[in-house]
């Protein structure tokens, strides 16, 4: 398969006969041997959004048209507000109406939005029919594409709804990034930034180093931060794909980011740049708790903003902000039993999930918003 292209990467998800690769490299996209090897079909669907498919639907249909005889197409509406059983039967719509069957292989062309509408559609017509990622942002590259995490969101709650279904290939073209609002390219550095606090401090301290790089979409070093992300999530999604256990800590900053992001309305703030903020609020709670010193809480603070994320919360109400985070928190998949459970350092390079008193909680999101 490296013949495609000599600077592809792949990247091995290893779960038995659900294994699949995360190819890598330049120029993906509109290669017919990059989607060689899939399961047969006599059709595809491609399911993208209305901002991606004037960018690569045509490249993509045309590296498709080698193996499938009819290709369809559904075209959804951009953002998260639209992540909604709304949107999704648009999917379902176009599936029955084209007539078409189990064997029928879904393409997710766009970021994370797609790409876990795409998935819950693929796991769900028929109970399951195979399907593809082809994340067209930095934050589905390195995160949300990669796992077999699929969902909708509900307005108590994001991600609520929805199934593990593991795709059979995601295609990272590295190339599509460059047409990145630098909005959107800072919100995936949010979910690189991650891996480093909770797994792995070399890389933490290699992406500190680069940042500059990074925000400049320099190839080099985006194909190097892409990579060792997915080999991180590969490792813990390998461990534990359901998320019973270790997978959970792939959630630092999450707790309190997908509260901003319910409380704000979905779609007023990106993913990722919740997750940013997220993080500084985890960072400090775990610095609380006695976990890490203050002095990696500025460092890690310091790099979120450099890589352009917000690190103050927002006030969601003004009476008991605090209190109304909470609210949102106990909507959280972590949740047990009515108790928040966050993912916390557990010194440097390190996770773990827990508790906390509510009374730090509460301190924390005093500090920490604006």
Request: proline content about 3%; aromatic content about 6%; overall charge negative.
């Given at each position: ?6 600077h ?30 899939l399961?047969q ?16 639907e ?19 509406p ?9 949107t ?6 176009t ?7 189990r ?14 509408m ?5 796991a ?6 195979p ?5 067209t ?28 279904y ?8 590295l190339g599509?990034?460059k ?7 800072s ?49 813990v ?9 270790l997978?959970?800590?792939?959630n ?11 409380g ?12 940013g ?43 008991d ?15 047990v039993?009515?108790?928040i ?20 909680v509460?301190?924390?999101i ?5």
């Open positions: 398969m490296n013949t495609l292209n000599k592809l990467e792949t990247v091995r998800i290893n779960l038995a006969d659900r294994s699949y690769d995360i190819l890598i490299g330049e120029n993906l996209l509109g290669q017919s041997g990059t989607f060689g090897q399961p079909a006599a059709a595809a669907l491609i399911v993208t959004n209305t901002t991606i498919s004037p960018l690569y045509a490249t993509l249909r045309q590296a498709l048209s080698g193996h499938y005889k009819q290709i369809h197409s559904v075209h959804l951009d953002g998260e507000a639209h992540k909604d059983w709304v999704l039967n648009l999917i379902f719509d599936l029955l109406g084209r007539a078409c069957d064997k029928t292989v879904l393409f997710a062309l766009g970021g994370g939005v797609v790409g876990d795409a998935g819950f559609a693929a769900s017509f028929m109970r399951g029919v399907f593809v990622q082809v994340p942002t930095l934050l589905a590259q390195v995160d949300s594409s990669v796992g077999g995490k699929t969902a909708i969101n509900h307005p108590m709650g994001k991600n609520m709804i929805g199934a593990f593991q795709p059979q290939r995601v295609v990272c073209d599509v990034l047409t990145l609002p630098a909005r959107e390219l919100a995936g550095l949010a979910e690189i930034i991650k891996y480093g606090p909770i797994a792995d401090m070399a890389f933490f301290d290699w992406i500190d180093a680069n940042m500059d790089a990074l925000k400049a979409c320099d190839t080099q070093a985006m194909a190097h931060a892409v990579k060792r992300s997915c080999e991180i999530k590969a490792f999604v390998g461990q534990d794909e359901r998320e019973s256990g997978r959970a800590i792939l630092f900053g999450h707790t309190f980011g997908h509260a901003i992001e319910a704000l309305g979905f779609g007023q703030w990106l993913h990722g740049e919740a997750v903020c997220g993080m500084v609020m985890a960072a400090n709670l775990s610095a609380d708790m006695g976990l890490i010193d203050l002095a990696f809480v500025k460092r890690l603070t310091d790099l979120i903003e450099r890589a352009g994320l917000p690190i103050k919360g927002p006030v969601l109400n003004a009476q902000n605090a209190g109304q985070y909470l609210a949102h928190m106990l909507h959280d998949k972590k949740s039993a009515g108790d459970q966050f993912v916390l350092m557990d010194g440097l390079g390190k996770a773990r999930v827990s508790a906390a008193p509510e009374a730090m509460r301190a924390v005093d500090r920490c918003c604006a």
